[in-house]
């Protein structure tokens, strides 16, 4: 048999809090968006009460002998040796609940979870008005295991409040106190956990917590780095954390803000950033060994290589969220075309194109302009490619593996160059592109591309004389959208000439982009019919040169459908690549 790599333990729940309290276990989700919704706190209490089991723990021992720190709540003494690997979101729902500890929502506001009992039916639910009003509920069960109540005056309390409304039986005055007596006991209701020791490696931890989870849960990579976090550097933490509440929410001042159009960061995703740029490492496993000083070579942990290690990344963060560079970057997406998240569809493109400029700016000094020219051809190859969606931290691991033969500012832009070079070849811009247009998918890289290239070429809307990129700006903001996707070929229309396939007729080269007034007069009217009654507001030139840009052959409208859509998507390719083209210009 080998090494038996855990021990049980067993705890009480009221151990346990006290062990989350004074520091012994580290518990972040106080302090992190809580995702378990109300009803799911309900349901856990609720099978305590009834004496149902509700699983085990699985703790890591952190292996590091720590200094005398407040973590968390004030009057914490130990720094935390147990980490959370699973039941993070059971622990933060008693905990938060026992000690009515506010915990943070979804969009990072503080609230407190409220638990109702009613004492006679044994019920439990989430609390609202209705049952904050009615005496036969405890509105709040958090103030049963407050220092200050007194077990049996609060019941005496609550049969007098309730005595008050209406009469109570004999029988009701008995069962009252034994179920509000039961929930106080819940304090010794009995949990037990698997502590794995410190010298299990994270990759066997990540092993064990798959197979021994029945319901095959993944591990949250970047929660349980985030629980490391704030074990080992809870400040650096807040910070990610806070700076990505802020950049969700428009300044109400004219003070500096990460606030913007094209990302809303999560912490983990910052937390890539700083590491890429620190350590150029891409994959989140590597932020394991980091946070916990193990040195890579020997295994073993030190306190001397976890401070090294800490440098680098207090560092890195500290230039990952500054605002100027921060701003500074999305200049760079906004000279590729992309003028919000609208058209991006993978973020991860803007958090390693972040990672790459950074890099740049910061280790090789390029100069500003040549920069961002670079780092806006950069994002718009790899938006438009999809670069960064399959495997992101595999690819972005060979981009940085690049990098280690630049060392000049003249080397970093070479490489840079030289990877878009091999990615937009001629084959590329004339037959894979053209064929990965052939699609009906909603969010399709190449139609968000190209619509980037118009607003690169400052071409006008279809029928207009407004440019796309200004009705695209998404700081106008109206009921309805100034621009809308619009059916060249109406559905309607094709449906009446028997073209019925949903994947023909939403095929990306049937769409323009119309304001959305010419969208709703157009409604299901054949384009022969309505062409050339808009086409009279313009003059040939600018007809032209709206064919050109919208990417229409002659006489488009007069043309077989499949024809059609083909000679466009080729149309439309070349426009991709003018655009692209155009953004050395500046």
Known sequence: MADVLFKKVDYTLKKLIEDIHMGEIGLPDIQRPFVWPRSKVRDLF???????????LLFWENGYSGEHRTIGASGKQKAPRLLIVDGQQRLTSLYAVIKAVPVINADFHAEVIRIAFHPLEEKFEVTNSAIEKDPEWIADISILWKLETNTFTFIQDFLNRLGERRALSSAEKERIPVAIDRLVKLQDYPITALEISYSVDEDRVAEIFVRINSKGTPLNQADFILTLMSVFWDEGRKQLEEFCRQARVPPSSNKPSPYNHYWLPNPDQLLRVSVALGFRRARLEYVYSLLRGKDLQTKQFSDEQREKQFAILRESQAYVLDLQNWHEFFKALRQAGYLSSQFISSQMAILYAYALWLIGKRDFGVDHYRFR???????????????????????????????RDAHTADDYLHILNQQIEAVLTRDYWEVTLPNELETAAARNTGQFAYYAALCILEAPVLYSKMRVSTLLDPTTKAKKSALERHHLFPRRYLERIKIGDTR?????????????????????RPPCEYVPEYERRFSPEEIQSMYHFHALPEQWYEMEYQQFLKARREKMAYVIRQGFERIREG
């Open 373 to 403: 020219v670079a780092i806006a051809r950069w994002f718009f190859m790899a938006a438009l490619t999809g670069r960064y969606t399959g495997s992101p931290e595999s690819r972005m691991e060979q981009d940085l593996a690049l990098l």
């Open 504 to 524: 023909l007729i939403n095929q990306v080269a049937n769409y323009a982009l119309l304001e959305w007034s010419d969208n709703i007069e157009i409604s299901d």
């Open 46 to 56: 609720d099978s305590m009460y009834r004496g149902f089991p509700i699983g085990y």
